[in-house]
């Protein structure tokens, strides 16, 4: 069994996935569980046609793998434009700030969006390097 969202978003509804996309669906079922044999942990994203997608794996009451599948809407803007107040804007991108930044909220409301931004606009503006821990990766950062 299969099901899928049409649009966005944590409260979207659930459709069955329609026939024409079964071999798809069988497609990203192996390279799930492929993924899972490999990594050995829960979480982890893997590659299909060029695109990242998140996976968490779960394990039904018939001891049968469960796969959830998210493709990361994740995307690197200008720190200035994610409508945050002014005030933050200025403290985040100040060369001083220093310490742990912490992005908190629902699921797709932005979080990743945020610090990834946050990441590419410091290191535009200030120059260094910076090391990001994503579990798993949803944003190419690399480079």
């Keep these: 069994y299969s099901d899928m969202k049409q649009v966005a978003g944590a409260h979207a509804p659930r459709i069955p996935v329609p026939d024409n996309m079964q071999e798809l669906i069988h497609a990203l079922r192996q390279k799930c569980m492929e993924g899972y044999a490999t990594h050995g942990e829960s979480e982890f994203a893997v590659i299909h046609e060029g695109t990242m997608l998140r996976v968490t794996q779960m394990t039904d009451v018939t001891n049968s793998n469960v796969f959830f599948i998210r493709r990361p809407e994740a995307e690197i803007r200008r720190f200035a434009t994610l409508g945050l107040p002014p005030h933050a804007v200025k403290l985040l991108l100040d060369k ?7 992005f908190a909220g629902e ?16 290191l535009m503006i200030h120059g260094g390097v910076a090391i990001a821990i994503e579990d798993p990766p949803e944003t190419p950062l690399n480079g």
């Design 96 to 102: 001083g700030t220093r310490g742990l930044i912490l």
């Design 107 to 122: 699921m797709g409301v932005g979080k990743t969006t945020s610090a990834a931004s946050l990441v590419v606009e410091r």
